[in-house]
């Protein structure tokens, strides 16, 4: 697993947003989204909900973010 995938998965677990996660590690939104995107696929599993108001995880999201904690 790549840790950039993992750090913006957790950033955005965090604030709630893609473009806040962006603003912490210096990318941009849509690279956040890409590697969370990626993650996702790795791990054959929805882990946001995403809407123009945010990012909401599911709840394998919030197991995933449980267990990285």
């Known amino acids: ?18 473009s806040k996660a962006a603003e912490r590690l210096n990318y941009t939104t849509s690279g956040v989204s ?3 995107s990626a993650l996702e696929e790795e791990l054959e599993l929805k882990l946001f909900k995403r ?6 995880l ?10 990285s904690a």
């Open 34 to 36: 890409q590697l969370v």
């Open 51 to 56: 809407s123009r108001n945010g990012a909401q």
């Open 1 to 18: 697993m790549e840790t950039a995938r993992c750090k913006a998965f957790l950033f955005a677990a965090e604030t709630g947003s893609f």
């Open 58 to 67: 599911t709840e394998s999201g919030k197991k995933t973010a449980g267990a």
